[in-house]
């Protein structure tokens, strides 16, 4: 641990699995610290029952982003309910009928024929009357009777869905006791590592369970392991020997971490889900979504996600850090490798949270960021060099590029990294690009002693190409000398005195966190955060190990979205891997590139505060969906008798309206499931409307999400 509360990098390349035999061991794990009072999600601690009842917790299989945790199903369609009102007098109307219909029976003014059954049944030497076994007799006879009545009336009253709408919720118990399952199914005694011969393990995990040692990160690393193991990545002996010696702390991060200083958002680690809030009871949501919890996972962030919303309208509080924080709950279990991209000071977590923290610009920051993002081959650093450099110059359309910017980049980094063994610094590249006569004369001069013909020919049709019209030369220098300032003096370092952060470390389950300069350097946090997005599309795509899910979350993509990140996304969803990204207005974006950044991201947030012409846009990519309308139509009765025309009077001086008939027509018609205008002035304050989509193709339709709920 280092002074400002980041981590050394060399930790985050160890893989948080068992070792082998003989190897270095793994760190020791610390005492796990009290969680903070009022924290939301975790299971509590150190109560060993609470943990085991949260493991054992239902958590059923439902659409895509409902909170499995403790979820009821509900029906998809809205039974028919009777209205409040109507069922409360119904019930009133039926019991006075009953009680009338009582009343007369029992003053004879029915007769008393509901009396033969019972003289019939009881002959007189049973009950002689004005006995007292004459009175039982008779007064069970009367309750018979009276249960009947009741029992017609009630039904006729809806006596019972008044008790189950307003009577039985009184009565109900606030908590059912949990029944244990038997141990081959119950979660807790880990039944699957009992079937595979490790039940000194699983003696040892429910123990340390039991006894308030283990937390669901804890749960969700092992279970981890345990996969690795069963796809043959590690040998089940060493597994076992991991866990039966340090118990709940084994498997550790490489940090040496078990959980995060703090938490704000409801997690379960179970299900991989991290809690954003709850779907409003209303009209335009589904029925079997509404009042349900709204959760994300690693399943749906695949798919990418988009949060459209001005600022104050709680992008970065109420999506973005509870998805980071997630993330690194994931990363800490052995799931996931995340990267959060903002502004220093954005609130996206405090350091300790984080294995790495890159403050660039910040002379106190212990880690650099890698220029060219950890590649050793020129074509490809060029390649996201440029991306980084004029993306946002290219033709917005789809299929516009940066290839000439490439290619003379790659024209200077080919040449450089073979004289000198390294690419060029922030200085030297700019130097380069201007055309500067010494650097270039140095250059040529270096691949002359080293007999590097074919790196001459690019060097001589780069001094070739200087100084004519439409050089890009020019532009990358402009862009080159936006990073190269005093405030960035001790950054991209390439001489290796520095300790540069590259995102070739996304093979490892690290956390990662980025600081842009944005107060002063606009201009350069847009580079920096188009450069980050350009190497994390080009790292995820040739990891080893696809299943680490690899995230990355930038607080704020304005400028980013380019032609070629827009491609990047698109293949993200193969290699296990998403983007979060965030903008204040959809006027960010090139207009041409609109659409395909809306296509290429599968989850869409609309909060509240959007524009009518950003709500066109995502009325537009939620489509339409068939509805029924109703219309109705009011008529004027017309009386022709003396007696109706009197009638009509009459009602026109008690209602102070014409009497009329109502007719109701019925039609299917083809509407936007959200309209530009409900969207930019029918979202609450602290709502927004979402659209999912899993990386298994099944979505579910834009839900109105209270995310303070």
Same mark, same amino acid.
Request: proline letters at 9%.
């Given at each position: 641990?280092?002074?400002d509360?980041?981590?050394?990098?060399?930790g985050t390349h160890?893989?948080?699995?068992?070792?082998?035999?003989g190897?270095?061991e793994?760190?020791?794990?610390?005492?796990?610290?009290?969680m903070?009072?009022?924290?939301?999600?975790?299971?509590p601690?150190?109560?060993?029952n609470a943990?085991?009842?949260?493991?054992?917790?239902?958590r059923p299989?439902?659409?895509?982003?409902v909170w499995?945790?403790?979820?009821?199903p509900?029906? &998809?369609?809205?039974?028919?309910?009777?209205p409040?009102?109507?069922?409360l007098?119904?019930?009133?109307?039926?019991?006075?009928?009953?009680?009338?219909?009582?009343s007369?029976?029992?003053?004879?003014?029915?007769?008393?024929?509901w009396?033969?059954?019972?003289?019939?049944?009881?002959?007189?030497s049973?009950a002689?009357?004005g006995?007292?076994s004459?009175?039982v007799?008779?007064y069970?006879?009367?309750?018979?009777?009276?249960?009947?009545?009741?029992?017609?009336?009630?039904?006729l009253?809806r006596?019972?869905?008044?008790?189950r709408?307003?009577?039985?919720p009184r009565?109900?118990?606030?908590?059912?006791?949990?029944v244990?399952?038997?141990?081959?199914e119950d979660?807790?005694?880990?039944p699957?590592?009992?079937?595979?011969g490790?039940?000194?393990?699983a003696?040892?995990?429910?123990?340390?369970?039991?006894a308030?040692?283990?937390? &669901?990160?804890?749960?969700a690393?092992?279970?981890?392991?345990?996969?690795?193991?069963?796809?043959?990545?590690?040998?089940?002996?060493?597994?076992t020997?991991a866990?039966?010696?340090?118990?709940?702390?084994?498997?550790?991060?490489?940090?040496?971490?078990?959980?995060l200083?703090?938490r704000?958002?409801?997690h379960?680690m179970?299900?991989g889900?991290?809690?954003?809030?709850?779907?409003a009871d209303?009209?335009?949501?589904?029925?079997?979504?509404r009042g349900?919890?709204?959760?994300?996972?690693?399943?749906?962030?695949?798919?990418?996600?988009?949060?459209?919303g001005?600022?104050?309208?709680?992008k970065?509080?109420?999506?973005?850090w509870?998805?980071?924080?997630?993330?690194?709950l994931h990363?800490?279990?052995?799931?996931?490798?995340?990267?959060?991209?903002?502004a220093?000071g954005a609130?996206?977590?405090?350091?300790?949270?984080?294995?790495?923290?890159?403050?660039?610009?910040n002379?106190?920051?212990?880690?650099?960021?890698?220029l060219?993002?950890g590649?050793?081959?020129?074509?490809?650093?060029?390649a996201?060099?440029a991306?980084?450099?004029?993306?946002?110059?290219?033709?917005?359309?789809?299929?516009?590029?940066?290839r000439?910017?490439?290619?003379?980049?790659?024209?200077l980094?080919?040449?450089?990294?073979?004289?000198h063994?390294?690419?060029p610094?922030?200085p030297?590249?700019?130097q380069?690009?201007?055309?500067?006569p010494?650097?270039?004369?140095?250059l040529?001069k270096?691949l002359?002693?080293?007999?590097?013909?074919?790196l001459?020919?690019?060097?001589?049709?780069r001094e070739r190409?200087?100084?004519?019209?439409?050089?890009?030369?020019?532009?990358?220098?402009?862009?080159?000398?936006l990073?190269?300032?005093?405030?960035?003096?001790?950054?991209?370092?390439?001489s290796?005195q520095?300790?540069?952060f590259?995102?070739?470390?996304?093979?490892?389950?690290?956390?990662?966190?980025i600081?842009?300069?944005?107060?002063?350097?606009?201009?350069?946090?847009?580079?920096l955060?188009?450069?980050v997005?350009?190497?994390?599309?080009a790292?995820?795509?040739?990891?080893?190990d696809?299943?680490?899910?690899?995230?990355?979350?930038l607080?704020?993509?304005?400028?980013?979205?380019?032609?070629?990140?827009?491609?990047g996304?698109?293949?993200?969803?193969?290699?296990n891997?998403?983007?979060?990204l965030?903008l204040?207005t959809?006027?960010?974006v090139?207009?041409?590139l609109?659409?395909?950044?809306?296509?290429?991201?599968?989850?869409?947030m609309a909060?509240?505060?959007?524009?009518?012409?950003?709500?066109q846009?995502?009325?537009?990519?939620w489509?339409?969906?068939?509805t029924?309308?109703?219309?109705?139509?009011?008529?004027q009765i017309i009386?022709?008798?003396?007696?109706?025309?009197?009638?009509?009077a009459?009602?026109?001086?008690?209602?102070?309206?014409?009497?009329?008939?109502?007719a109701?027509t019925?039609?299917?018609v083809?509407r936007?499931?959200?309209?530009?205008?409900?969207?930019?002035?029918?979202?609450p304050p602290?709502?927004?409307?979402?659209s999912?989509?899993?990386?298994?193709?099944?979505?579910?339709?834009?839900?109105l999400?209270?995310?303070?709920?």
């Amino acid at each position: 641990m280092n002074s400002d509360g980041t981590r050394d990098a060399r930790g985050t390349h160890a893989n948080p699995v068992p070792r082998p035999a003989g190897s270095p061991e793994m760190p020791t794990a610390p005492p796990l610290p009290p969680m903070p009072t009022g924290t939301p999600g975790a299971p509590p601690r150190p109560d060993g029952n609470a943990f085991l009842s949260w493991l054992r917790a239902p958590r059923p299989e439902a659409a895509p982003g409902v909170w499995r945790f403790k979820h009821t199903p509900r029906p &998809d369609e809205e039974p028919e309910t009777v209205p409040g009102r109507q069922l409360l007098g119904g019930a009133l109307i039926a019991f006075l009928v009953g009680w009338l219909i009582w009343s007369l029976l029992w003053n004879g003014y029915l007769g008393g024929w509901w009396l033969v059954p019972l003289y019939a049944m009881v002959p007189d030497s049973w009950a002689p009357p004005g006995s007292y076994s004459s009175v039982v007799f008779s007064y069970v006879w009367y309750t018979i009777i009276a249960l009947v009545i009741m029992v017609g009336v009630g039904r006729l009253g809806r006596w019972g869905e008044v008790w189950r709408r307003y009577g039985a919720p009184r009565f109900r118990q606030p908590q059912e006791r949990q029944v244990v399952p038997p141990p081959q199914e119950d979660p807790a005694a880990w039944p699957q590592l009992r079937e595979a011969g490790a039940a000194e393990a699983a003696d040892r995990l429910v123990a340390e369970a039991r006894a308030g040692l283990m937390r &669901d990160v804890d749960h969700a690393r092992i279970m981890r392991a345990w996969q690795g193991v069963r796809s043959g990545r590690h040998s089940l002996a060493t597994f076992t020997g991991a866990v039966v010696k340090d118990g709940a702390a084994a498997c550790l991060h490489p940090s040496g971490e078990r959980d995060l200083p703090g938490r704000l958002a409801q997690h379960d680690m179970v299900t991989g889900q991290v809690r954003l809030g709850a779907t409003a009871d209303d009209p335009r949501n589904p029925y079997a979504y509404r009042g349900t919890g709204l959760a994300l996972g690693p399943e749906l962030l695949a798919t990418s996600l988009l949060a459209v919303g001005p600022a104050g309208s709680g992008k970065t509080g109420g999506v973005v850090w509870p998805i980071a924080e997630s993330l690194c709950l994931h990363a800490l279990a052995g799931r996931a490798a995340v990267v959060v991209v903002g502004a220093a000071g954005a609130g996206l977590g405090p350091a300790d949270a984080y294995d790495v923290v890159v403050r660039i610009g910040n002379p106190e920051s212990v880690y650099d960021l890698d220029l060219y993002g950890g590649t050793t081959d020129p074509d490809e650093a060029a390649a996201v060099l440029a991306e980084a450099l004029v993306g946002d110059l290219t033709d917005p359309h789809p299929g516009g590029d940066s290839r000439r910017s490439t290619t003379v980049l790659a024209q200077l980094l080919g040449p450089f990294r073979a004289v000198h063994g390294r690419f060029p610094s922030v200085p030297q590249l700019r130097q380069l690009l201007d055309g500067a006569p010494g650097p270039l004369g140095e250059l040529r001069k270096g691949l002359q002693d080293a007999g590097q013909d074919s790196l001459l020919r690019e060097l001589d049709a780069r001094e070739r190409q200087l100084g004519h019209p439409g050089d890009v030369g020019s532009v990358l220098a402009d862009r080159v000398a936006l990073l190269d300032r005093p405030a960035f003096a001790g950054f991209f370092d390439t001489s290796g005195q520095s300790r540069p952060f590259s995102l070739r470390a996304l093979d490892h389950p690290v956390r990662v966190r980025i600081d842009l300069p944005e107060r002063g350097h606009a201009d350069a946090s847009r580079i920096l955060a188009r450069l980050v997005l350009a190497q994390f599309t080009a790292s995820v795509a040739v990891r080893e190990d696809r299943s680490l899910f690899a995230c990355l979350v930038l607080d704020d993509a304005t400028g980013v979205v380019t032609p070629e990140a827009v491609r990047g996304i698109q293949r993200l969803r193969s290699a296990n891997a998403g983007t979060v990204l965030t903008l204040r207005t959809l006027d960010d974006v090139p207009r041409p590139l609109r659409g395909p950044l809306l296509g290429a991201t599968g989850c869409r947030m609309a909060l509240s505060g959007l524009t009518p012409w950003d709500g066109q846009d995502f009325a537009e990519v939620w489509g339409k969906e068939w509805t029924e309308a109703r219309d109705v139509t009011d008529r004027q009765i017309i009386a022709d008798s003396p007696a109706g025309k009197a009638w009509h009077a009459l009602r026109r001086v008690i209602t102070g309206h014409a009497p009329t008939a109502r007719a109701v027509t019925v039609r299917q018609v083809e509407r936007e499931r959200w309209s530009a205008s409900e969207l930019a002035h029918g979202v609450p304050p602290g709502h927004a409307v979402l659209s999912l989509t899993d990386v298994r193709g099944e979505h579910a339709p834009p839900l109105l999400v209270d995310l303070r709920s």
